[in-house]
């Protein structure tokens, strides 16, 4: 590995990475040009003006083969990457991708969301605007690292932090508080006919 450290390889991804020993990586995080979204010009082979969903997700798919190669067994992959509409259809490239990796032999560990609160509005009547994008975390072997406490939250609910009044007692109380995660000028709880609900 120490050849490569602190150093910027340019190239075509599976040129390069074919180039790199196996197991040297710990940890790649990536987002490749999404299919057919735009053209970055200057040549004619970069990933994303594939003619089909299926030329781009074999090509991905044979990026991500030497990324496996070059990753240690403890390594970690994280892929951001976003859909694409084609005559009114969402074509689902993310899932495309990512299961035709699975196929291809990476473990496919959690899928988050990425959520955009400022997204561009989108001018479609027809269908809601998209406001997130996937991130995909994969492994190449069943052991690995990942550390879950660098990234944990503070739990609020029943702690002296929540704003739920009750604690545990919360749950189908007329006059409980929602978290600040939930609209506080919607009632929680109402009865009818004896039995209480929640309004969402």
Known sequence: MEPFRNTILCGEAAEVLRTLPQNIVDCVVTSPPYFRQRDYEGSDRQVGLETSPAEYVARLVAVFREVRRVIKPSGTLWLVIGD?????????????????????????????????????????????????????????????????????????TFS????????????????????????????TCTTAAGTRHFIP
């Open 160 to 187: 002296e932090n929540s704003k739920m009044r009750g604690g545990r007692r919360h749950f189908f109380q007329r006059g409980s508080t929602p978290e600040a995660s939930r609209t506080a000028a919607t009632p």
């Open 84 to 156: 694409k509409y084609d005559n009114g259809e969402l074509l689902g490239m993310p899932w495309r991708v990512v299961l035709a990796m699975k196929d291809d032999g990476w473990r496919l560990r959690g899928d988050c969301i990425w959520h955009k609160p400022n997204a561009m509005p989108s001018s479609a009547k027809t269908r809601p605007t998209v406001d997130h994008e996937y991130i995909f975390f994969f492994t190449a072997g069943q052991d690995y690292y990942y550390d879950a406490d660098s990234i944990r939250e503070p739990h609020l």
